[in-house]
């Protein structure tokens, strides 16, 4: 099993996609579970650009890194300085960290225009650059930025910019699409005869522009690169960068290389999960292998064949990547997807048992009353459990009041007051809050009440709140349907509301969303060690 060495640029990289920023704790936080992952480096910032990656570098020194080096990223020595007067040189210096990450120009085009400097200059740049860092006794990764236009453009240049590199000493050349623009052959021709010419590892470092990133980093290992670069989710500047989550099982279920340590496969799902909230992304339901619709079945035919021979319509078992099936409910499902939704409750229900009846019976009312369960995979849950009687109310409203101000045509956000009543048990709690909006202020005053006795829940929050309206006829007393999307950091799951009033339909998606949330909750205390069901609904 040859070995290909990950590299994590999620922290640098990553944090230059649109809307996304780190704080110095959200860093840590992710390094850290990186690290629990297994990845083999991990860059973090560009301690020459910004205070915060100081301050990230300074206080990364006390975490105790089991798998990942940490590695500081930065550029070769500014034209007309040297190396030892260049300050973000001498800030890479002062991270401590054992690798460092330095780029360079293997473009003519940007050498002359970008840079102003003749060929012979930048060269230079590069081979002071890597001879005083490995001088100070750090480890050289190369990044030869623009490396496939560039070699498009002049190969030999694109060529002697990596011997400049590996002649000052470099442990690893990483050759880049930078634009993104590359497609899988022309990376894979062209790694090929840069591994030929270099004696040292090759990498690669490819951007998403034309939709091929990790194609074309497939075609890089194939031709001979030994290390990736990518970021966990594929976030990153214009399109982003290789989606390493994709990237990995593919190149280590499929085609046999060795990754990250066996054991830390079935982690990807949720370790993609956390990277993305913490980075306040909304992972797309069909992302490969991580997304909540990767192996997620809707047709009948499709259904009831994974649910007969799972490898009929999966590639791999979702178990393998901590992900699960997920049987898609809508008219083009039929009654085969619904009846193996219920076996995963109990494997004795058939089509004619009773219980089956009356769920399907209950499922064509609620239906008819404009809930719609294929998006909802919670509330669908909880509506089996309940049928079943396997499900105890955690809390129960006494009842809510909602006033909502409108300041009509001026620029101030409107503003809610809920105050809501609970019963848990015997004990009775009133609180009230303020929101923006109804939905949001009831929201806000039932998890504050339920938080005196179900504090957990101070993890789990909404990420999503979707409303249409269903019904034809008088559009104000239509039929709407409300879908809340929440998670906890790990799990993400949906339910789903229906009502003439959309503040009754937000309540019931809301409801089912905190009850689905402290009925997993409760269940995983009572088995800490029980293992996921396979049809388990997020």
Same mark, same amino acid.
């Given at each position: ?64 890194l089991k798998n990942t080096k940490l590695v500081s990223f930065g550029s070769t020595r500014r034209k ?56 100070k006794g750090r480890k050289v990764i190369f990044d030869a930025e623009h490396f496939f236009d560039g ?204 219980? %089956?009846?009356? *769920?399907?019976?209950? @499922?064509? =009312? ?10 909802? /995979? +919670? #509330? ?95 559009? %104000?007393?239509? *039929?709407?349907?409300? @879908?809340? =999307? ?10 789903? /509301? +229906? #009502? ?39």
């Amino acid at each position: 099993m040859r070995k290909i060495d990950i590299f994590d640029s999620t922290l640098r990289d990553g944090a230059q996609g649109e809307g996304i920023s780190f704080s110095v704790d959200d860093k840590l936080k992710i390094l850290q579970r990186l690290d629990d992952f297994g990845v083999a480096f991990a860059e973090a910032g560009n301690p020459g650009s910004n205070p915060k990656d100081l301050e990230f570098f300074k206080r990364a020194k006390t975490l105790k890194l089991k798998n990942t080096k940490l590695v500081s990223f930065g550029s070769t020595r500014r034209k007309g300085v040297s190396v030892e007067n260049d300050d973000s040189i001498t800030a890479i210096l002062n991270t401590d960290t054992e690798y460092a990450a330095v780029f360079g120009k293997s473009w003519r085009l940007h050498t002359e225009t970008i840079l102003s400097v003749s060929p012979e200059e930048n060269l230079l740049m590069i081979s002071d650059t890597v001879s005083y860092l490995k001088q100070k006794g750090r480890k050289v990764i190369f990044d030869a930025e623009h490396f496939f236009d560039g070699y498009k453009d002049n190969p030999e240049f694109a060529l002697t910019v990596l011997k400049t590199a590996e002649e000052a000493g470099a442990e690893l050349i990483v050759l880049c699409d930078t634009n993104g623009g590359c497609f899988p052959d022309e990376i894979g021709s062209i790694t090929e005869e840069a591994v030929k010419a270099a004696k040292i590892p090759i990498g690669v470092h490819c951007h998403n522009d034309t939709g091929c990133a990790v194609a074309c980093s497939i075609a890089a290992v194939k031709s001979g690169a030994v290390h990736v670069q990518g970021t966990f989710i594929g976030i990153g500047e214009r399109c982003g960068n290789t989606n390493l989550s994709a990237l990995i099982p593919d190149l280590q279920l499929k085609l046999g290389y060795g990754c990250i340590p066996s054991e830390s496969m079935e982690k990807l799902t949720e370790t993609a999960r956390y990277i993305a909230e913490i980075a306040n992304v909304k992972l797309a339901g069909s992302m490969p292998y991580v997304g909540r619709n990767a192996f997620g079945h809707k047709g009948g035919m499709h259904a009831d064949g994974v649910a007969k021979e799972p490898k009929s319509f999966e590639h791999i078992f979702p178990e393998t990547v901590g992900n699960s099936r997920n049987f898609l409910l809508s008219e083009v499902s039929g009654k085969s997807t619904i009846l193996s939704k219920l076996k995963s409750f109990d494997k004795k229900l058939d089509k004619s048992s009773r219980e %089956t009846v009356r *769920i399907l019976e209950k @499922l064509k =009312e609620l239906e008819s009353l404009g809930y719609q369960f294929e998006a909802a /995979g +919670a #509330s669908f849950e909880l509506l089996v459990l309940k049928e079943l009687g396997r499900f105890q109310p955690f809390f129960h409203i006494e009842h809510f009041h909602v006033i909502s101000t409108q300041s009509y045509g001026t620029k101030e956000i409107n503003k809610a007051n809920a105050m809501v009543k609970i019963k848990v048990g015997n004990r009775f709690e009133i609180t009230a809050d303020e929101g923006d909006g109804p939905v949001n202020a009831i929201d806000k005053a039932l998890r504050k009440a339920l938080e005196v006795f179900y504090p957990q829940l101070r993890k789990a929050h909404l990420v999503d709140y979707k409303v249409r309206v269903i019904a034809a006829g008088d559009s %104000t007393a239509a *039929i709407t349907r409300v @879908l809340i =999307e929440s998670t906890d950091g790990e799990k993400v799951w949906t339910t789903v /509301g +229906a #009502s003439k009033d959309i503040i009754d339909a937000s309540l019931k998606a809301l409801l089912d969303s905190i009850e689905y949330f402290l009925h997993i909750k409760a269940e995983e205390a009572r088995k800490p060690t029980a293992r996921k069901t396979s049809e388990r609904i997020r």
